[in-house]
């Protein structure tokens, strides 16, 4: 295990421990990015957490070291089942450049977050969806209704996320 992954260990599963002092030290270090990627999919579930909360963390500042990611970051998404891991790769995958085919897969791994058991899973790929839709017109139509129906079906979370996307995505778009 990689010194950097090891300030991601140790503690519970609640906590995101030295979590903010290996994103600011892979912002002064970019190198070291694929280091806290790989603990994505290691064995100690509160590493894979803390990784993810530090990856999705460094790549708000700086999404393209998430670009030679894409591949593992889907597969790896579509994969687990851990919500904590689900939730952060919902905010990231919409970072990233994808191929008409891939966004397709990505659109797939977040609906099917939409049935996840917790709430902060479902209402971070509400807002994934909304990404996407912004910025595919086909994608749009289809997502619309559906952010409108869970808007006001969900949780609170959901509702309040909802109607912020649903005001935004129907905003009138300044002609190109």
């Known amino acids: 295990m990689h010194s950097i992954l090891k300030k991601?260990?140790?503690?519970?599963?609640?906590?995101?421990g030295r979590s903010n002092e290996v994103v600011a030290e892979v912002l002064t270090r970019p190198a070291l990015f694929r280091h806290v990627?790989?603990?994505?999919?290691g064995d100690d579930p509160v590493v894979r957490i803390r990784a993810a909360d530090a990856v999705e963390k460094?790549?708000?500042?700086?999404?393209?070291?998430?670009h030679p990611y894409k591949n593992k970051l889907l597969d790896l998404a579509g994969g687990t089942s851990e919500a904590e891991v689900r939730w952060h790769a919902a905010q990231m995958?919409?970072?990233?450049?994808l191929t008409p085919r891939e966004?397709?897969?990505?659109?797939?791994?977040?609906f099917d977050y939409l049935r996840d058991r917790s709430s902060i899973v479902r209402t971070l790929a509400m807002q994934a969806l909304a990404d996407f839709a912004s910025q595919d017109a086909s994608l749009r139509a289809?997502?619309?209704p559906l952010l409108e129906e869970l808007t006001a079906?969900?949780?609170p979370a959901m509702r309040?996320?909802?109607?912020?996307?649903?005001?935004?995505l129907n905003r009138p778009r300044a002609k190109a």
């Open 93 to 97: 995958i919409p970072r990233l450049k």
């Open 153 to 155: 079906i969900g949780t």
């Open 142 to 144: 289809q997502i619309l």
């Open 37 to 41: 990627f790989e603990g994505l999919a």
């Open 8 to 16: 991601l260990s140790g503690g519970g599963r609640r906590s995101i």
């Open 58 to 66: 460094i790549t708000a500042r700086r999404p393209e070291l998430l």
């Open 103 to 110: 966004r397709a897969v990505a659109v797939d791994i977040v």
């Open 160 to 168: 309040a996320r909802g109607r912020k996307l649903l005001q935004h």
